[in-house]
């Protein structure tokens, strides 16, 4: 079987991972997603050769794009775009986690400051607001007090892509 991955940096797990696959007598195709160009319409040459494709990128928008470039091109993907579609967006995460009943932390949101104020205030101090769309725990927030709390939902709503005004 030909097995392309789908990588920004080899890693020591990716590393395991190309070995195991050599080991068991796969044909590996490393794909590049920094260098990759991807055409709407046509696969790119080392995709088409591919039985099937594994995304180990390390950015989430990488991934999410270069997932759904694969599954519009009917090459099936370990860790799919729909998959990663969920792991990337903490609501829609936090939902399938909910449904599936694991476990997890208490969890508001909302699509104003004022209800993004309201929810802090119920949980009370000190919380978290994390942003919907993130990874690597970049733009988390500990929050431990109501000016605190107002200060950065002010920012949140000044940084002009709509996924910040998502509390």
């Known amino acids: ?52 494709l594994v995304d180990r990128c390390l950015a989430t928008s990488r991934s999410l794009y270069a997932t759904q470039f694969a599954d519009a091109y009917d090459i099936p993907v370990v860790n799919d775009h729909a998959t990663a579609e969920v792991c990337a967006n903490k609501v829609k995460n936090s939902l399938a986690l909910e449904k599936a009943g694991v476990p997890t932390p208490n969890t508001d949101v909302a699509f104003t400051k004022d209800a993004a104020l309201e929810s802090i205030e119920g949980f009370g101090y000190p919380c978290v607001l994390k942003p919907v769309i993130g990874s690597w725990g970049r733009l988390m927030a500990k929050i431990d007090s109501r000016s605190a709390a107002e200060a950065i939902l002010e920012h949140k709503e000044t940084l002009g892509h709509y996924e910040h005004k998502v509390f």
């Open 1 to 52: 079987m030909r097995v392309g991955i789908l990588y920004s940096r080899i890693r020591r797990d990716e590393k395991l991972l190309l070995s195991e696959l050599r080991e068991r007598d796969h044909e590996v195709v490393k794909v590049d997603v920094r260098k990759q160009r991807f055409n709407i319409a046509d696969p790119p040459e080392d995709l088409m050769e591919v039985d099937i």
